[in-house]
Structure formats: structure tokens, C-alpha cells
Nanobody, 128 residues
Framework: QVQLVESGGGLVQAGGSLRLSCQASGRTFSSYYMGWFRQAPGKEREFVAAISWGGGSTYYTDSVKGRFTVSRDNAKNTVYLQMNSLKPEDTAVYSC?????????????????????WGQGTQVTVSS
């Protein structure tokens, strides 16, 4: 069992930055690859970024490439999402998720059903 708790959301002006953190419980954090998803009001959940078990591989959705960076610290059981050059369209509830999957593929990491555990989410609001 893994529990995930996000923090770091808030209100920021367009062009600003935020750093989200996702703290995981348990001693097997490194056995999960991690994803970040977001959901805006009235829209479906959207994949944002993913990071492999050791952090050596990352993948981003096109709309955040070059602006967001995902990283992890397995010693601290924490995954991060650094968000720069934020835009109003980035406004959403951001959630982290953990997958026990053993295959690192684009189709799998983008699919919410591939993730076993989810955090409660943290609100990010970007004003214009």
C-alpha cells in the first residue's frame, strides 16, 4: 500500500513558477514509476509527465515540454514537478500517481488505469 500526498499548489501569475511535491509512504517507492496528471473543471484528466523508477527517464506531454521538469528523490520518497513559465491554461488540480508496472512505454505511462495509487491533488491556478 502506498499513500501519496501532494503539496505546493497555489495561485500564481502567468509567467510565474511553482514546484509541486508528492510525498509517498512506504519503503518500496523506487519500485514504482511515477506520473503527474491534471484535471481542469469540465475537462477530462490529462497526463502531464512521468518519471521512471530510478529517475533516469522522463516523458512529458507536448504542451508542457520545455516548461515543466519532473524529478524524484528516492531517498526522500518524493517526486517533484517544477513548473515554469506558467500559463492560464495550466490551471487545474494536479495529482501524482504511482504505477507498479514493469514496462516503460508511452502508451502505458499516459494511461491513468496503469497507475495503482493516487494522491488527493493540489490546486494550481494561473491568473492572466
Amino acid at each position: 500500500q502506498v499513500q501519496l500526498v501532494e503539496s505546493g499548489g497555489g495561485l500564481v501569475q502567468a509567467g510565474g513558477s511553482l514546484r509541486l511535491s508528492c510525498q509517498a509512504s512506504g519503503r518500496t517507492f523506487s519500485s514504482y514509476y511515477m506520473g503527474w496528471f491534471r484535471q481542469a473543471p469540465g475537462k477530462e484528466r490529462e497526463f502531464v509527465a512521468a518519471i521512471s523508477w530510478g529517475g533516469g527517464s522522463t516523458y512529458y506531454t507536448d504542451s508542457v515540454k520545455g516548461r515543466f521538469t519532473v524529478s524524484r528523490d528516492n531517498a526522500k520518497n518524493t517526486v517533484y514537478l517544477q513548473m515554469n513559465s506558467l500559463k492560464p491554461e495550466d490551471t487545474a488540480v494536479y495529482s501524482c500517481a504511482a504505477s507498479s508496472g514493469t514496462r516503460w512505454t508511452v502508451l502505458r505511462m499516459r494511461e491513468p488505469n496503469e497507475y495503482d495509487y493516487w494522491g488527493q491533488g493540489t490546486q494550481v491556478t494561473v491568473s492572466s
